[in-house]
């Protein structure tokens, strides 16, 4: 498909809150230990890194190749949407955050861009199928949320949370993010659709073997 079957027009952006140009991208592009300075092991999914780079200004579009993925998720927030907007000015009003098991396609995206609240994130295959059962249900696979979120919350943003004697996890981090900002007063909600990893039903080995291919220009994606 080319950039043009891809890009979504000025007259849909207009009807929805978030606008490209003002909007943070990270792809989170490796969920191993830190591995600053070398290529990313698994580059975001080319459906989605194509459909990215055709509606985001390039650069906008930044990837963490950072563990674990916890991690990961707090450093992007702390560096590029806290840390930025006072020591370089760059202040965004939206983040958009996507892993590097996602795929989108524009009939998903668009129906998830459309979901109106402060923090949306897309419906996909879960391990757990009761995962999207509530109104208010969050997951990170992909997702956004207003900057004023991230800025109202006390750090950290992500963590799982732990049965008191450390045995089990009791919630996923998504649930602990979501939490902190439903307790900030702000509006939570999801839609749409994604292929998700190996548990998606967009995933086909064909995708999974361009998943190992060469991105374009995605800021540090390179990481050389
Ligand atoms: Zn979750």
Not at 56 to 64: K, T, V
Not at 146 to 156: F, G, S
Not at 171 to 186: Q, S
């Amino acid at each position: 498909m080319s950039s043009s079957n891809l890009k979504l027009s000025p007259e849909f952006w207009s009807t929805v809150n978030l606008a490209p140009e003002k909007t943070l991208v990270v792809g989170f592009v490796y969920g191993g230990l830190s591995e600053t300075g070398r290529k990313p092991q698994r580059p975001l999914l080319k459906p989605t890194a194509d459909w990215l780079t055709a509606n985001f200004p390039s650069d906008n579009i930044i990837g963490i190749n950072h563990g674990p993925l916890v991690c990961a998720r707090n450093t992007a927030i702390r560096d590029l949407v806290i840390r930025d907007a006072v020591t370089m000015g760059r202040k965004f009003d939206w983040f958009f955050s996507v892993d590097n098991d996602v795929t989108i396609t524009v009939p998903g995206i668009t129906h998830f861009l459309k979901v109106q609240a402060d923090v949306v994130s897309c419906d996909c295959q879960m391990r757990n199928s009761r995962a999207w059962e509530e109104s208010r249900s969050f997951h990170t696979p992909m997702w956004f949320c207003r900057t004023k979120v991230l800025e109202a919350i006390e750090p950290p943003w992500f963590d799982f949370v732990y049965s008191p004697d450390m045995c089990e996890v009791r919630a996923c981090e998504c649930l602990y993010f979501r939490d902190k900002a439903i307790e900030a007063g702000f509006s939570v909600a999801h839609g749409g659709h994604c292929g998700h990893g190996n548990h998606g039903t967009a995933w086909s080995t064909d995708l999974h073997e361009e998943s190992t291919g060469e991105l374009p220009d995605l800021g540090l994606l390179g990481g050389e």
